[in-house]
């Protein structure tokens, strides 16, 4: 920069703003479509997870529309496997957000690879929770199409154990149009059968 300020990447400049009521505290991670944030509610203290969609995507009708869909959809599912959503808005920088629980625990993906495979209790447990997460959605009409052990998070709540399937971003309601061609394939190559 020419007045020697130093430059500040875009995962960063959110950090201690405020996005509606909430104050976002520090990232969490970063995937293709977003990057994860705590937030807190200043006066509840009650944490969230703050999903911000990239700014180049922001710019995309087709991306944002999927985005708003992931709000109406696990909204409209309302299932006690699958994360909720809060709210939803627009930063200052004109880029979309999603307000939704904060969950303590890490993905399928990360249990996986850090414990190797797993007894067949809690693989008994984690296919229940997700089976009954994803019978939920179909019967509200929604396919999740992204189905994957990084979109699995497991953890405890209050001493027990809990499942919860994320990322509705490319689910499709099967009931209306959807937002991407007939012709494209949508999801994982790996975890799409």
Do not use: C, W
């Amino acid at each position: 920069p020419q007045d020697s300020e130093p430059t500040v990447h875009y995962t960063e400049v959110l950090v201690g703003l405020n996005l509606g009521p909430y104050i976002v505290r520090s990232m969490v991670s970063e995937g293709g479509m977003g990057v994860v944030y705590v937030g807190e509610h200043p006066t509840l203290g009650r944490r969230v997870a703050m999903k911000v969609l990239r700014p180049e995507l922001s710019l995309r009708d087709d991306i944002v529309e999927r985005f708003v869909q992931e709000a109406r959809a696990v909204n409209t599912i309302g299932h006690a496997n699958i994360v909720n959503i809060y709210d939803f808005g627009k930063t200052p920088f004109g880029t979309f957000y999603i307000v939704m629980e904060y969950l303590e625990g890490r993905t399928l993906r990360a249990l996986l690879d850090s414990a190797g495979p797993q007894p067949l209790e809690r693989v008994r447990f984690v296919a229940d929770g997700v089976g009954t997460a994803l019978s939920a959605a179909h019967n509200k009409g929604f396919i999740h199409r992204d189905v994957k052990p990084e979109n699995i998070m497991v953890g405890q709540r209050s001493g027990s154990d809990y499942v919860k399937l994320l990322d509705f971003g490319i689910a499709k309601l099967l009931t209306t149009g959807n937002t991407t061609a007939t012709s494209s394939a949508m999801g994982t190559p790996q975890y799409m059968s």
